[in-house]
């Protein structure tokens, strides 16, 4: 309760209504009441609501004022949106981009997919089809015996990018892919653990040649 109470004032401040009377106009208009110690939770949350309506976002902003992702499975989320902008399927790679093309795609508001689990689960899989659907990412785990980094989801993007500016590669023949990746990331022995972000520093490096040649393909 105490968190809806500290987010109204919050919202009131971004949205520049300091005058207590200009507050009570809102409590009364949405609750009939015009204090908040007189209203019950659901009444505290419809004026949360409200506010909200009027443009207040508890989201926090980077320094840039765009919108940041924080909650359980952010970060997750964010890694498979900067994959699917890598990839060429997205022209924003932007937090609040991602909140729009959730909220069309199922209608899933932010706090319920960064914080719920089965709600997160949802979206990473609809994310996950669609760039399987869109770019050939192959989401298949690997072979046991098969090498610990053929599991990583930017491994896996990865090899999608590389296949889009090369159609005839394949996992047996990749030429040139792992030559790539060793130069990109220092690493000499692929058959080590390679981190996420150095599969994040090679999506990077690919990124901008993807976004090219879907372009130029639509051109």
Not at 172 to 192: A, E
């Amino acid at each position: 309760m105490t968190s809806t109470i500290a987010a109204i004032h919050t919202g009131f401040k971004q949205l520049g209504i300091a005058e207590d009377e200009d507050k009570r106009a809102i409590y009364a208009r949405v609750t009939g009441k015009n204090r908040l110690t007189l209203m019950k939770p659901a009444e505290k949350d419809a004026v949360l609501a409200e506010l909200r309506r009027l443009g207040f976002s508890s989201v926090p902003r980077r320094a840039n004022g765009r919108q940041q992702l924080t909650g359980k499975f952010a970060k997750k989320l964010q890694a498979l949106w900067i994959g699917a902008w890598n990839l060429g399927l997205v022209e924003d790679r932007d937090d609040a981009a991602l909140v729009a093309f959730v909220k069309r795609q199922t209608g899933l508001d932010q706090v319920r997919f960064l914080h719920h689990a089965d709600d997160a689960r949802a979206v990473v899989e609809a994310l996950k089809a669609w760039m399987a659907r869109e770019a050939g990412v192959n989401w298949s785990p690997p072979d046991k015996r098969s090498a610990a980094y053929l599991g990583r989801y930017g491994y896996k993007i990865a090899w999608a990018q590389w296949r889009i500016l090369h159609p005839g590669a394949d996992r047996i023949v990749r030429k040139g892919f792992d030559t790539f990746v060793v130069d990109v990331t220092g690493t000499t022995d692929l058959w080590c653990e390679i981190s996420d972000e150095q599969w994040q520093a090679v999506m990077n490096a690919l990124g901008p040649r993807v976004r090219a040649a879907r372009k130029a393909v639509k051109a």
